[in-house]
């Protein structure tokens, strides 16, 4: 069936640094790649997301880069700060429907 | 305030002991989605609604039973709640299936 597949699953880096997160996805049909974050406690919040006829979107410090090619999508956040420390999830859904996969999420730490 | 709201928060019951959590949201959300998540695999989605009275299934739906009866409501329910059902539960809603999903704070479920 449908997988997605998220890499790595701790991270920890130092404030001030970048971190990248990468995920990959098995059905080729896929075409909507939201990004969530979760905070300790919290549900999760949409943070970025890219449909498959962009290869690139940013947002500040965040950016969200495509290789349908390749079926992966990667998350970039540069000039990373403590309150970046959460869990963040990649997922991926297909042509209009409800359905939406989930990576196994990586945990973030950004060191002060 | 917009909001997705999850009753209960914290529930521990027995095996066999039929419950429902309830879902509500009050930004008039067609898509509504519910999630489990447990450590090491993510987010896994149990059923989704793209409109009233339209329901399916996502990837984890055995031993779980939805309706969506009005727009703003989407109850899960566990007949028979088994060990393994033990987990965090996600509600959430967007405008459509692949746009901005709002998540609810999270029910943990302990099934005993």
């Known amino acids: 069936g449908e997988n997605v597949e998220q890499h790595p699953s701790t991270l920890s880096v130092q404030e001030g640094d970048s971190a990248v997160i990468k995920c990959t996805y098995s059905?080729?049909?896929?075409?909507?790649f939201p990004w969530y974050k979760q905070e300790l406690g919290k549900g999760p919040q949409l943070i970025i997301d890219i449909r498959s006829n962009v290869g690139e979107k940013k947002d500040q410090r965040i950016a969200v880069t495509l290789n349908k090619t390749a079926k992966h999508f990667s998350l970039h956040i540069t000039e990373t700060q403590p309150e970046d420390s959460a869990v963040y999830f990649c997922?991926?859904?297909?042509?209009?429907?409800?359905?939406?996969?989930f990576g196994q999420g990586t945990e973030l730490s950004v060191k002060p | 305030e917009a909001q997705v709201t999850q009753n209960p928060r914290y529930l521990i019951t027995v095996t066999g002991k039929k419950l429902t959590v309830t879902c509500s949201q009050n930004?008039?959300?067609?898509?509504m989605s519910w999630y489990r998540q447990d450590p090491g695999l993510g987010l896994r989605q149990i059923y989704y609604s793209m409109n009233v009275e339209v329901t399916d299934k996502g990837d984890v739906p055995e031993g779980y039973k939805v309706s969506r009866k009005e727009k703003r409501n989407f109850p899960l329910i566990l007949e028979s709640p088994s060990p393994n059902q033990t987990s965090l539960y996600f509600c959430?809603?967007?405008?459509?299936?692949?746009?901005?999903?709002?998540f609810g704070p999270g029910t943990r479920l302990l099934v005993l």
């Open positions: 059905d080729s049909a896929s075409n909507y």
């Open positions: 930004m008039n959300h067609e898509y």
């Open positions: 997922a991926a859904s297909w042509w209009q429907g409800g359905k939406l996969i």
């Open positions: 959430a809603s967007s405008f459509q299936g692949q746009e901005t999903q709002y």
